[in-house]
């Protein structure tokens, strides 16, 4: 329950701290995707986050084994 409450009360002050840059950026992102430049970025950057964190996670795993053998 405590989890939740934190949880729930960091994203109400995030809202909070950037509804103004969404407000501002959000029909800057729109026009981005009915353009198609955003759906290129979107697969590009997903791909390279999926090898970065696959990357990380196996690295992160082979460390933790050397330490614990």
């Not at 995030?14 to 995707?33: C, H, V």
């Not at 791909?47 to 990380?56: H, P, Y």
């Amino acid at each position: 329950m405590k989890r939740a409450i934190i949880a729930g009360l960091g994203l109400y002050l995030g809202w909070l701290e950037f509804s103004d840059d969404l407000a501002y950026g959000l029909p800057a992102w729109g026009q981005t995707i009915e353009s198609g430049y955003g759906w290129g970025q979107v697969v590009i950057l997903g791909f390279l986050g999926a090898i970065i964190f696959g990357t990380v996670a196996a690295f992160s795993y082979r460390f933790l084994n050397w330490i614990f053998e």
